[in-house]
């Protein structure tokens, strides 16, 4: 469980560095053994395509303005990403759905939902996080913010498959992220308003 909702949480900040980090690992390593249904996720083509897709984004998510139309098109991915990511990482066999009564009726789209809240939840965060940013640094945080972003994403996902405990501490971590963004936007909030007043007086 932790594997998954590490590897969900990092598809919230970037789709396509998880499922090649689990595909590479699965390839050439001994570090996880990725279930009947998930062993595509190492098939050469895959691993390309993903590569492919992450340089992509990578450039995109550093360019300000470009960034938020990607945010806007990875609200689809990055959730998909993260319940791909959730179900293979918890060993769950669910790729495959052969029988939609089954795979409904038995828990085996639990791992793949709770993948797809958590990476949303993420994404969530890091999209309404980005313009705050660029505004406050007139883009030059953009850049920064991204690498930052990637930087964490491989951290996370190599920590929920080799040390998942640690997981823990990514997720302390970012309620407390959480906690002094929403602040730190009411705080805004408060400053425009008294701004705004202020002018209407003068």
Do not use: C
Not at 88 to 109: C, K, L, Y
Not at 110 to 120: C, E, K, N, T
């Amino acid at each position: 469980m932790l594997t998954g909702t590490g590897l969900a949480a990092s598809a919230g900040l970037n789709a396509y560095i998880p499922l090649l980090t689990m595909g590479l690992l699965a390839r050439y390593t001994d570090l996880i053994e990725l279930p009947s249904g998930w062993q595509w996720l190492g098939n050469g083509w895959v691993v390309v395509i993903l590569a492919v897709l992450l340089a992509v984004e990578v450039v995109a998510d550093k360019v300000p303005v470009v960034d938020h139309v990607n945010d806007v098109v990875q609200t689809v991915v990055r959730p998909t990403a993260g319940g791909l990511a959730f179900g293979a990482g918890s060993s769950s066999e669910t790729v495959t759905v052969t029988d939609p009564g089954h795979f409904f009726s038995s828990s085996q789209w639990v791992p793949v939902v709770s993948g797809v809240l958590i990476a949303l939840g993420v994404h969530t965060l890091k999209a309404a996080a980005r313009p705050v940013i660029n505004a406050t640094t007139a883009g030059v945080g953009a850049p920064v913010a991204s690498t930052a972003e990637d930087a964490t994403s491989i951290v996370m996902s190599l920590v929920a498959i080799i040390l998942p405990v640690l997981v823990l501490a990514f997720l302390v971590g970012l309620f407390l992220f959480l906690l002094w963004f929403l602040r730190r936007r009411k705080d805004r909030r408060r400053e425009r308003r008294a701004a705004r007043a202020a002018g209407f007086r003068v």
